[in-house]
């Protein structure tokens, strides 16, 4: 038997997360690669919404405000 070595490759920073003066969460990260990113959330980490999607060239920077507030919810930025 082989075994295989998965490493992902880092495609966005985290440059802040928290809540704003509205108590509305924030997240805000930069692209370090030009692509599509999606902003997906879950209530369980099983069941997926996308929240919000946008094209990116390097370096640029998102800040994404839920504005849902409510339940505690998960956060994730992927390229599809």
């Given at each position: 038997?082989?075994?295989?070595?998965?490493?992902?490759?880092?495609?966005?920073?985290?440059?802040?997360?928290?809540?704003?003066?509205?108590?509305?969460?924030?997240?805000?990260?930069?692209?370090?690669?030009?692509?599509?990113?999606?902003?997906?959330?879950?209530p369980n980490l099983v069941d997926w919404e996308?929240?919000?999607?946008?094209?990116?060239?390097?370096?640029?920077?998102?800040?994404?405000?839920?504005?849902?507030?409510?339940?505690?919810?998960?956060?994730?930025?992927?390229?599809?």
């Amino acid at each position: 038997a082989r075994a295989l070595k998965f490493e992902p490759v880092n495609s966005v920073q985290i440059l802040q997360s928290g809540f704003n003066p509205a108590n509305h969460f924030e997240l805000t990260f930069q692209a370090l690669d030009p692509g599509t990113y999606l902003l997906r959330s879950s209530p369980n980490l099983v069941d997926w919404e996308v929240e919000a999607t946008w094209q990116l060239a390097a370096q640029d920077t998102r800040t994404f405000e839920d504005a849902k507030g409510g339940s505690r919810r998960f956060f994730r930025i992927e390229e599809p």
